[in-house]
């Protein structure tokens, strides 16, 4: 049965079902047979066949978590569409499982894959407090685009209410290399990565039309790194020194 969805035979799985295959049964991994409807660098494929099956025989296990803490809910946001997952919803999956470790909601799936499709199909079905929640490690979703240069990302959860200054716990789990025990926010994670990086959030926050300057690498928030005088003669110099080319 497993193998009939991996492999996108409908036919194959109904025949299997007639004689008696259990379709609620769960591989050594934990994993039911709708996991097997998403693989990494697989193109998304109509799944609508194989949705009604799992209806038809009132299917349950869409809340199966494997050994990590996945659903088939995670799957689908790391590489499904956002039909995939409107579906699932209607079906009773649920937005709030986390994985194990990281504690990663299929948000935070979305989110490191730059997945825009399915994560607008999650932010429909939640809270906006949900939609930028941390995970185990106080990270955001955000803390993830930008660490993982998911530009379409960025941009959305920032034109949705993303929090730039939002700061991680201190921790020892995980974190870049050398910066463990430190407390970021997503800009920290960005300079990390490198000035590409950095690039890519600052023009995602400004795409979001956040009020910044930027200057040497250096990004300046109104009434946050200067005053709002200050912050407006800056941004007087830089637009003078930009248009002069100097």
């Known amino acids: 049965m497993q193998v009939a969805f991996a492999t996108a035979q409908p036919d194959v799985a109904r025949q299997l079902i007639r004689y008696g295959a259990d379709i609620e049964y769960l591989s050594a991994r934990g ?6 409807l998403w693989e990494y660098g697989r193109l998304c494929r109509n799944n609508i ?6 209806s038809a025989q009132e299917f349950t296990a869409f809340d199966a978590q494997d050994g990590a803490g996945w659903t088939c809910l995670h799957r689908a946001a790391a590489y499904g569409t956002g039909a995939d997952i409107e579906t699932l919803l209607r079906l009773g999956a649920s937005t709030s499982l986390c994985t194990k470790g990281h504690g990663w909601s299929p948000i935070h799936v979305a989110a490191a894959l730059d997945n825009l499709s399915a994560l607008k199909a999650l932010s429909k079905r939640a809270s906006r407090g949900f939609l930028h929640s941390p ?8 803390h993830i685009a930008v660490e993982r240069g998911a530009e379409q990302t960025m941009r959305y959860l920032l034109e949705h209410g993303a929090d730039p200054h ?14 463990e ?15 590409e990086y950095l690039e ?3 023009t995602a ?8 300057v930027v200057h040497d690498e250096e990004v300046f928030w109104e009434s946050e790194d200067v005053s709002e005088k200050d912050f407006q003669s800056l941004k007087t110099v830089l637009k003078t020194q930009n248009s002069s080319g100097t």
Request: net charge negative.
């Open 49 to 54: 066949e194989f949705y009604e099956m799992c």
């Open 205 to 212: 926050l400004q795409d979001a039309n956040w009020d910044i």
């Open 135 to 142: 995970d185990a490690n106080g990270w955001t979703p955000l």
């Open 166 to 179: 939002a700061s991680s716990n201190i921790t020892a789990m995980w974190f870049p290399p050398g910066l």
């Open 181 to 195: 025990h430190n407390v970021l926010t997503p800009e920290d994670l960005a300079r990390d990565r490198g000035s």
């Open 31 to 36: 994993w039911s047979v709708i996991s097997y």
């Open 200 to 202: 890519k959030y600052v």
